[in-house]
């Protein structure tokens, strides 16, 4: 009996132990884990545009789970993990944005474990710094060889600065070339005192390829608020094409010294992408101004793309002969010509639009287009016979209560003689639409030589009794197309046997809108500041409606719409239309 207590006592103490031990090992396989650390990397700096690296060391016995990254407590990156990794050194590239100096950006670092487990929220800091001035480079004389222009300095133009050394006379031969490339997002400026100038001479090249987010930047030397129409010269373009002046071979207008023409018409000066000219046009001489951009005899192996001009004191483009072609260009608030084409210029020309500034008009008059064969109207082959395509010339009159200058004229002045095919264009704001001038300009018009189609000229709410006029009670009422010429008094002009009106209204897909407000275009092209390029298509006489696509040469995007725009607007990113409030001096 005694036997049978202890055996019950010492059954009972084995299966107190056996529990005891069960329960430790429970108890070790439930092992709570420490929760998550994070440790931020040392701190980063730098000025905007530069990368940094957000960077943190993550322990988790537990197993990591997830990471979660927040940028000034907004999310920046999120990162999931199998849960069988118990450490990580993290790394995430950061590009600094455009902040003020001094501004800091805390990046918040967080770890889960697998058992749900969060770490102390822990910040990684991103100081931003000063961007330092950049050097101001001063360039003068005679550049030849290899030049290279970097975004990492500014350059000042200091008098005529030449690429290449075609300097001496129509005919000079074996001088030096130079090719100067200049990198995206470089700024360049013209010294006024000494009207910094900027010519390619013949032989020579320019690689200036800006990207929509890197433009190139030709502009004033002078501050926010100080610049104004002719604060330099401009860039300056010679070729080696020919053109229709005696010999072939000339100076441009100004004499100095940049010769142009040659036999080449495929000649190749290289190429301008993403490039704005601003406050250019110093008169050289009186009455000769150097436009914002000058192409003197420049060859279709040249490439032109996405340029502006902006507040010149001459012309925003000129072409003296040559047979470069262009598309997407902008002419923004010039004081002279949009467009001015002579000296048997024959490119091709498509995307283009043109804005003027009410009080913007020069003594000669200001025209969209100012097309001549050459300055006498004669008959010296080449012809000035360019084609454009899909180009909107939007004058200044916004409204019948707008003023604007008396100086303003066409939006096409068509004159001495030339054969310019123009289609897909969208004409308004200005006293005239059209006006064919000359008797020989009028017969290249009966002979199918200048052609008009797929041509909408708008007029004015208000503005005279047909939506045109001067801007003056005291001038001549205006006209969609001229009737009568400028002389004193006023003689009927003939196309053939029709008036000018008659011939324009009888050609493929031409029209006359009574006002610009049912074309489907912004009341904001008559502004400052950017303006809504894309078309309402909803607009009763909206210029992408029932377009029939002209046959053109390979080089011209098919368009089915009238103007530079229709529901894409191409100088995104790349323009800019407020260009006194841009420090580009840092």
Not at 273 to 284: D, Q, T
């Amino acid at each position: 009996m005694q036997f049978s207590k202890i055996s019950r006592l010492f059954a009972a103490c084995t299966m107190a132990v056996s529990a005891v031990f069960v329960l430790n090992a429970c108890k070790e396989d439930e092992a709570v884990f420490p929760a998550p650390s994070v440790s931020a990397g040392a701190e980063a700096s730098g000025v905007p545009g530069a990368k940094v690296n957000v960077t943190a060391s993550i322990s988790a016995p537990g197993g990591l789970k997830t990471l979660t990254v927040l940028k000034n407590g907004a999310p920046f990156d999120t990162k999931t993990y199998g849960g069988t990794e118990t450490s990580d050194n993290y790394t995430k590239e950061y590009t600094i944005e455009n902040l003020a100096a001094g501004t800091t950006v805390n990046f918040t670092v967080i770890a889960t474990d697998s058992k749900n487990q969060a770490s102390p929220a822990t910040t990684f800091t991103v100081k931003v710094t000063a961007v330092p001035p950049k050097e101001i480079v001063t360039v003068k004389g005679l550049l030849t060889g290899n030049i290279t222009w970097s975004k990492s300095k500014i350059y000042k133009i200091s008098g005529f600065v030449r690429v290449g050394g075609d300097t001496t006379s129509a005919t000079a031969a074996g001088v030096a070339t130079g090719t100067l490339t200049i990198e995206p997002g470089t700024v360049i400026i013209g010294e006024r005192s000494t009207k910094g100038t900027l010519i390619i001479q013949r032989g020579s090249k320019i690689i200036a390829n800006g990207t929509a987010a890197e433009p190139i930047v030709f502009t004033s030397e002078r501050g926010v608020g100080e610049r104004e129409a002719g604060d330099w010269g401009g860039l300056v373009i010679c070729g080696k094409a020919t053109n229709n002046l005696p010999g072939g071979s000339a100076q441009l207008e100004g004499s100095y010294k940049g010769w142009h023409g040659g036999s080449d018409d495929a000649d190749n000066s290289g190429s301008l992408k993403y490039v704005r000219v601003e406050y250019a046009g110093v008169p050289i001489n009186p009455n000769q101004e150097i436009n914002s951009f000058t192409f003197g005899s420049v060859g279709s192996g040249t490439t032109l793309e996405y340029l502006q001009a902006s507040y010149g004191g001459d012309d925003a483009y000129e072409w003296f002969g040559g047979t470069v072609n262009a598309k997407y260009l902008v002419a923004y608030r010039t004081l002279d010509d949009d467009f001015d084409m002579d000296n048997g210029y024959r490119g091709f020309i498509q995307f283009a639009v043109s804005l003027r500034g009410g009080t913007s008009a020069d003594q000669s008059g200001s025209n969209g287009f100012e097309v001549d064969n050459d300055g006498q109207g004669t008959s010296s082959t080449p012809f000035t016979s360019p084609t454009l395509a899909n180009v909107s010339l939007i004058g200044a009159k916004q409204s019948q209560e707008t003023f604007i200058s008396t100086l303003f004229q066409n939006g096409m002045h068509l004159r001495r003689n030339n054969k310019i095919k123009v289609y897909n264009t969208f004409v308004t704001g200005f006293p005239n639409g059209v006006y064919i001038d000359g008797a020989t300009t009028s017969a290249n018009a009966v002979a199918g030589d200048l052609v008009l189609n797929n041509v909408v000229i708008a007029g004015v709410t208000g503005w005279g009794t047909n939506g045109f006029g001067q801007g003056a009670a005291t001038q001549p009422q205006g006209f969609a197309v001229r009737d009568v010429n400028t002389a004193t008094p006023p003689a009927d002009l003939l196309i053939g046997t029709a008036k000018p009106s008659v011939w324009f209204a009888g050609l493929t897909g031409n029209k006359t809108l009574a006002s610009w407000s049912t074309s489907g275009i912004s009341t904001s092209v008559f502004g400052t500041g950017r303006p809504t390029f894309t078309i309402t298509g909803t607009a009763a006489d909206a210029l992408n409606k029932a377009v029939t696509a002209p046959a053109l040469p390979a080089f011209f995007t098919a368009t089915t719409y009238v103007g530079a725009f229709n529901d894409t607007d191409w100088t995104a990113t790349w323009a800019e239309f407020n260009p006194s409030a841009i420090v580009y001096i840092k």
